[in-house]
């Protein structure tokens, strides 16, 4: 490793099997009646809300198998689906989202959705905790490309194909896309293939400009943070994940897995997840 993994570090052992997608993810889960009587009927008293950012390449349904296990025990969760056009953009997106929510907040970010949980959280009384998966946790001023390429190891340059969109005054912008027959290998390798080709065919394609755009704020300085690496990864190189969580003093855990670690993994990223709400309780 080219530089030490913070003291907190715990490993964990790659889980068996995998996590096929399910249904859309819903909003808000709704809440037992047992909770409800344990809250006096406010679903928001007591326990944060967890909210689920998706990154590029990825929908709202790649935490299907990690919400299900947050709404087994009650947690009140909500996904929603982030535009993938702009850094600054996505972030003020997410801040309504996040202003739209009563009481507590644990924000969940995987991939490019750590650059946007880490703008979008500044100045957000309400955001107690910022869980990290796989995901690039900028400093002000750094881009998402630009921490790809801090060490060796990303396949992605070689895997993504270049389509062109519309853009609002006119011309045309850049978006990228893992093609089809590489996005087992390149995003999810270790899940199933029908799955995996499930996740290729509605993958979302992301702005070149949102992965080049620089950030504005970087809210793991006053939040506390978590982070899970994702060893097997193909997309950030290991060595950027320990990188970024050891500067950003985040709890580590490592998982042998793929990028696509909700999905192929979502027991430990969902114990991750745990951990930082109840810190935030």
């Known amino acids: 490793m080219n530089s030490p993994i913070s003291r907190r570090t715990v490993t964990v052992s790659l889980l068996a099997g995998a996590a096929a997608l399910g249904t859309p993810v819903a909003?808000?889960?709704?809440?037992?009646?047992?909770?409800?009587?344990?809250?006096?009927?406010?679903p928001h008293e007591g326990r944060p809300t967890i909210v689920l950012i998706h990154g590029a390449f990825a929908d709202a349904s790649s935490w299907n198998a990690v919400v299900e296990r947050l709404q087994r025990q009650g947690h009140h969760v909500l996904a929603p689906a982030l535009p993938l056009r702009g850094l600054a953009s996505d972030a003020a997106y997410i801040r309504s989202v996040l202003d739209s929510i009563p009481g507590p907040i644990v924000l969940v970010g995987h991939s490019y959705g750590g650059s946007v949980i880490s703008v979008a959280a500044a100045d957000a009384p309400r955001v107690k905790?910022?869980?990290?998966?796989?995901?690039?946790?900028?400093e002000i001023g750094e881009?998402?490309?630009?921490?790809?390429?801090?060490?060796?190891?990303s396949t992605l340059a070689q895997a993504t194909a270049t389509q062109y969109y519309p853009l609002p005054g006119g011309g045309q912008g850049e978006e990228l896309i893992i093609k089809k027959e590489l996005f087992r290998e390149q995003f999810a390798a270790g899940v199933p293939a029908t799955t995996a080709q499930v996740m290729a065919v509605g993958q979302r394609p992301i702005a070149l400009a949102a992965l080049q755009e620089k950030s504005t704020a970087a809210a793991w300085k006053k939040i506390p943070s978590w982070y899970l690496v994702a060893t097997e990864d193909r997309n950030i190189p290991?060595?950027?994940?320990?990188?970024?969580?050891?500067?950003?003093?985040?709890?580590?855990?490592?998982?042998?897995?793929?990028?696509?670690?909700?999905?192929?993994?979502?027991?430990?990223?969902?114990d991750l997840i745990l951990r930082a709400t109840r810190s935030a309780r």
């Open 143 to 153: 881009s998402a490309l630009e921490l790809t390429a801090k060490y060796p190891g």
């Open 238 to 270: 290991p060595a950027a994940e320990e990188w970024m969580a050891d500067r950003a003093g985040a709890r580590t855990v490592r998982v042998r897995a793929p990028h696509a670690v909700a999905v192929s993994d979502p027991g430990p990223v969902t």
């Open 129 to 138: 905790a910022l869980v990290y998966i796989a995901a690039f946790v900028p």
């Open 27 to 42: 909003a808000f889960s709704a809440p037992s009646p047992a909770q409800d009587r344990s809250t006096g009927g406010h």
